[in-house]
T-cell receptor
Framework: LAKTTQPISMDSYEGQEVNITCSHN???????ITWYQQFPSQGPRFIIQ???TKVTNEVASLFIPADRKSSTLSLPRVSLSDTAVYYC???????????????FGAGTRLAVHP | DADVTQTPRNRITKTGKRIMLECSQT?????MYWYRQDPGLGLRLIYY???????NKGEISDGYSVSRQAQAKFSLSLESAIPNQTALYFC??????????????FGEGSRLTVL
């Protein structure tokens, strides 16, 4: 399983765009990149997933360069409610008969200030 | 009602006691997981199960056991609890479709304190 490295913490202010970068230098060909968000005393929640280039949904964007050795989660115009821990995970695309064990690191603790 | 339900939500027990944490899901997923979370360490996988007859150890299975009683139920047991098992425990599920979406669905957590 590819190891991921992301900043321990980040600070931002309401209305700003926040970019959290994750390094995964030994990502494998069939690995996908997935981001989760966790609020205090709650289970993590899936945000976005991608394989290459750019993926956008109603919550965030995910930018993945051609070499796929890193990825950047972009949160547009954050609010106080975006204060949470954000986890970057890398895991294999598995068809039936395989497995999709995911390993969570310590994540990035994002604090959004007024 | 939550799709993934954990009981109890909070439990305080003493060293040496047997503890069971239960998880039930209404999502119809085949795959279920137990994670443990300690402050500053993210989540660590304890056990996972891909169907009723399949049980697999995760990163930190020592001191824990699991039972998959049905597709919808996956319980975690601490046969003899010790203080360093004090943590927040999460159950999760995922689909087993032909293409993995990467999405795990988590319960609300069970906070266990071992004195």
């Amino acid at each position: 399983l590819a190891k991921t490295t992301q900043p321990i913490s980040m600070d931002s202010y309401e209305g700003q765009e926040v970019n959290i970068t994750c390094s995964h230098n030994n990502i494998a060909t069939n690995d996908y990149i997935t981001w989760y968000q966790q609020f205090p005393s709650q289970g993590p929640r899936f945000i976005i997933q991608g394989y290459k280039t750019k993926v956008t949904n109603e919550v965030a964007s995910l930018f993945i360069p051609a070499d796929r050795k890193s990825s950047t989660l972009s949160l547009p115009r954050v609010s106080l409610s975006d204060t949470a821990v954000y986890y970057c995970l890398v895991g294999a695309l598995m068809f039936s008969g395989g497995y999709n064990k995911l390993i969570f690191g310590a994540g990035t603790r994002l604090a959004v200030h007024p | 009602d939550a799709d993934v339900t954990q009981t109890p939500r909070n439990r305080i027990t003493k060293t040496g006691k047997r503890i069971m944490l239960e998880c039930s899901q209404t999502k119809g997923h085949d795959r279920m997981y137990w994670y443990r979370q300690d402050p500053g360490l993210g989540l660590r996988l304890i056990y996972y199960s891909f169907d009723v007859k399949d049980i697999n150890k995760g990163e930190i299975s020592d001191g824990y056991s699991v039972s998959r009683q049905a597709q919808a139920k996956f319980s975690l047991s601490l046969e003899s609890a010790i203080p360093n098992q004090t943590a927040l425990y999460f159950c999760a599920t995922s689909d087993s479709g032909g293409v993995w979406t990467g999405e795990l669905f988590f319960g609300e957590g069970s906070r266990l304190t071992v004195l």
